[in-house]
């Protein structure tokens, strides 16, 4: 069925690194932008980082810039998160979330379950 | 960078009741404003997109208005799954941004 999941979230040490995995299915995953989008404990939704579907756009948010780097395998539908030099704040569960949208703009129609990062000595 | 603020932040509601919830953009968005719902422990689920229009699936009893800074996610009759937060999206601008958030709860 249609379906994004992730994988990949943990416990890591400040300052450690980690990669994040997101699997899509039921879809043509190399047709569509992706996004990761976080949510930290109790709190609301945070945009990270979007990748076009080619690959060849990406943005980030300020927040990870310099840190964080997106990627994405279409032949194996995946896309992938790779955080270094991680900090407390970014504590949060990573949500996968496919992107849609026309001239009336984008939106997030589907989304994985999830997978929490914890950064804690 | 856009700012997103819904109000109220929470409400205790009857099942029944109807429900608005406001979301205000700090500049003009147009209408590329969307709304999601998010169960406890689960995804966000998209309910609507540019402003008004339903997503397919979503109940009718689901409707937004708005353009330009503010807009209203209306539950025209709640029902019991409807006890959730719900989020507010713009996407006219890069970065996007979402709003705090407005959790419903049982009155």
């Known amino acids: 069925q249609v379906q994004l999941v992730e994988s990949g979230g943990g416990l890591v040490k400040p300052g450690g690194s980690l990669r994040l995995s997101c699997a899509a299915s039921g879809f043509t995953f190399s047709d569509d932008y992706m996004s990761w989008i976080r949510q930290a404990p109790g709190k609301g939704l945070e945009w990270v980082l979007y990748?076009?579907?080619?690959?060849?756009?990406?943005s980030y948010a300020d927040a990870v810039k310099g840190r964080f780097t997106i990627s994405r395998d279409n032949a194996k539908n995946s896309m992938f998160l790779q955080m270094n030099s991680l900090r407390a704040e970014d504590t949060a569960v990573y949500y996968c979330?496919?992107?849609?949208?026309?001239?009336?703009?984008?939106?997030?129609?589907?989304w994985g379950q999830g997978t929490l990062v914890t950064v804690s000595s | 960078d856009i700012q997103m603020t819904q109000s109220p932040s929470s409400l205790s509601a009857s099942v029944g009741d109807r429900v608005t919830i406001t979301c205000r953009a700090s500049q003009s968005i147009s209408n590329y404003l969307n709304w999601y719902q998010q169960r406890p422990g689960k995804a966000p689920k998209l309910l609507i997109y540019a402003a008004s229009t339903l997503q397919s699936g979503v109940p009718s009893r689901f409707s937004g208005s708005g353009s330009g800074t503010d807009f209203i996610l209306t539950i025209g009759s709640l029902q019991p799954e409807d006890f959730a937060t719900y989020f507010c999206q713009q996407s006219r601008f890069t970065p996007t941004a979402f709003g705090q958030g407005t959790k419903v709860e049982v009155k």
């Open positions: 990748i076009s579907s080619s690959g060849t756009d990406i």
């Open positions: 979330a496919r992107e849609r949208g026309g001239w009336f703009g984008n939106y997030f129609d589907l």
